[in-house]
Antibody
């Protein structure tokens, strides 16, 4: 079964850090670009970051201003998001998503169940 | 950055109605446009990609059209289980991926 499972969310104080993980199974993880998407409570979807299959190219939403770092370990079939200097407005559900398909840009075909990040004093 | 604008932001329709949701890109994106369905409390699900290609397993009452800057998601006959928020997404470049603000669909 094709699956993505996030972990690492929790409650953290403003200025704190968290590292999210996403474990992939059921497909050849190393072939595909992976993404993080977040959703604030009651709000829409917001793309956070992308990393290409080999990790060569990495992109972030402008709003993050260098606070987040995406990485992957293809040997472990895992995707990560290191989040530093967390703010209240970073609160929300964080999803990892795969973009499998032909060579070139692909939509997000598989999503994890999400992990909740709460930033509050 | 290319902005994605959906309309309407919400709508209410009756079972069996034909429903259309629009998505406009601020610049041309060829056909790199996807539609997602998110039911309350659930994970987003890919419905349509490349503007008009139905994802495997998605009911045929869903269809997409458009290219360039103007796109449409159509539900030919609304079912009760279609209650959800629908998002368009441009994915022409991993450098900047953008979702529309969402359209909440309810049953009248």
């Amino acid at each position: 079964e094709v699956q993505l499972v996030e972990s690492g969310g929790g409650l953290v104080k403003p200025g704190g850090s968290l590292r999210l993980s996403c474990a992939a199974s059921g497909f050849t993880f190393s072939y595909y670009t992976m993404h993080w998407v977040r959703q604030a409570p009651g709000k829409g979807l917001e793309w956070v970051s992308s990393i290409t299959s080999g990790g060569t190219y990495i992109y972030y939403a402008d709003s993050l201003k260098g606070r987040f770092t995406i990485s992957r370990d293809n040997a472990e079939n895992s995707l990560y998001l290191q989040m530093n200097s967390l703010r209240v407005e970073d609160t929300g559900v964080y999803y990892c998503a795969s973009a499998r398909g032909h060579v070139g840009p692909n939509p997000f075909d598989i999503w994890g169940q999400g992990t909740m990040v709460s930033v509050s004093s | 950055d290319i902005q994605m604008t959906q309309s309407p932001s919400s709508l209410s329709a009756s079972v069996g109605d034909r429903v259309t949701i629009s998505c406009r890109a601020s610049q041309g994106i060829i056909n790199y446009l996807a539609w997602y369905q998110q039911k309350p409390g659930k994970v987003p699900k890919l419905l349509i990609y490349a503007a008009s290609t139905l994802q495997s397993g998605v009911p045929s009452r869903f269809s997409g059209s458009g290219s360039g800057t103007d796109f449409t998601l159509t539900i030919s006959s609304l079912h009760p289980e279609d209650v959800a928020t629908y998002y368009c997404q441009k994915y022409n470049s991993a450098l900047s991926i953008t979702f529309g603000q969402g359209t909440r669909l309810e049953i009248k």
